[in-house]
């Protein structure tokens, strides 16, 4: 491996876990924390990786952060020497919602930073109502390594939500962002680590009980994920949405094939709905029995609503789906250019899913004067409105319509 990359010109960073032993993410298997993390440095040295990525936890960790963190920068002390012999710089990333930028820095600095550094992923500040702005500038200084993504963020009435989202379908400020990587980090490796088929998560930052895993927080950087919260919208695009954990195969199969078409926004494509419509079409005319995979449209409800009532099909008929369809539920992009839309409604987050469920009232997300509220939509017949999905997906200006029909010829 390492003599191919340097063969092809790819520069290969190394990774393993987690390295907290009073995380809820630690392996037990593994003998302890040093020899996990020396074991991972021999690795990388092997392959040719002059970094290392680690991670202390996750966001159920918040509540024991100061212990986690001393535990972590204990772990991270103990594998200085082998660390500085091996050439290779171990990267602690801000993970799954475990520290803020500010506590990355302090556990860097408390740890070591002529070894230690920030793997900086730009998905993972929306668990810790943190812009991803503020995380490049806390911690570009100290980044060897990053895992880039974008997020659609916006306003809910319990707070915020955020969701992971192809490169350009969000609402990161990425020409800021890079500004801030070109002057602050500009050798660090920038790895496009995409993730999508998931759905929002809620940031309920309006209800007291969010702040008790924050009693640190910066009112001034919190700011900033507001305004961030404010100008974004949901993301409307197609998505073949699995949930968390681990997937049935042909779930994992058609996420799988869905971020690997999705990577084409990387290059300034992004995914246009018409393709969405083809395979509900499929969906629909199978009619056979209930299957767990779902193809809808990334905007959720907040507010647990059952959803409408969708067609169920067998397992076999999703795996022959998969194969033939998806690439059509993805397939059809416009360039990023093109002005998105908003103003959309009659969207139900879960209309167009597997999911066998009585028919609810469809809530609207609209947007007036600048800002998202909740409204409640009449009762509709999701069976007769997923037959023309195009029809229904959006309404917008004059203006709009014309650009994208312009766009389509």
Known sequence: MKEHGERVGIAIDAGIGCICPLSHGWNPRESSPAEFLVKGLRTAKAVGAHSMRCYMGARGDRPHL?????????????VRSEALDL?????????????????????IEESGKDFVGSCLDSGNP?????????TIETLGPYVVTTHIRDSAVFETPQGAAAQWVALGDGSVDFR???????????????????????????????????????PHAVASEFSRFVTLAKSGHPYMGPMANGGG?????VIE??????QTHGSGAQLGIREESAGRGRALEELKKSGEQKSGLSFSAAHQRFDDS??????????????????????NLLGDRLFSGQAKTHGQFLRDGEAHRVRNRAAATVRLIRQRDGRLHHGSGAAVNI?????????????GSVEQQQRRLASDR
């Open 176 to 214: 800021g962002f890079l500004e801030r990587y070109q002057k602050l980090c500009p050798k660090a490796a920038m790895q496009l680590e995409i993730i999508t088929g998931r759905p929002p998560t809620p940031l309920p930052y309006l209800e007291p009980d969010f702040w008790k895993d924050f």
């Open 253 to 258: 199969a058609a996420l799988k094939e869905q």
């Open 126 to 134: 929306m668990w810790v109502v943190e812009n991803p702005l503020v």
């Open 245 to 249: 954990g681990k997937q049935p195969p």
């Open 87 to 107: 050439g290779v710089r171990i990267g602690v990333e801000n993970h799954a919602g475990d520290m803020q930028a500010r506590e990355v820095k302090l556990l």
């Open 66 to 78: 100061d212990a986690c963190m001393e535990a972590t920068i204990k772990a991270l002390r103990s």
């Open 306 to 327: 059952p959803a409408a009532n969708c067609h169920a099909i067998s397992g076999e008929r999703v795996q022959e789906i998969v194969k033939q369809r998806v690439k």
């Open 383 to 395: 069976k007769l409105a997923a037959r023309e999905p195009p029809h229904i997906c959006w309404v």
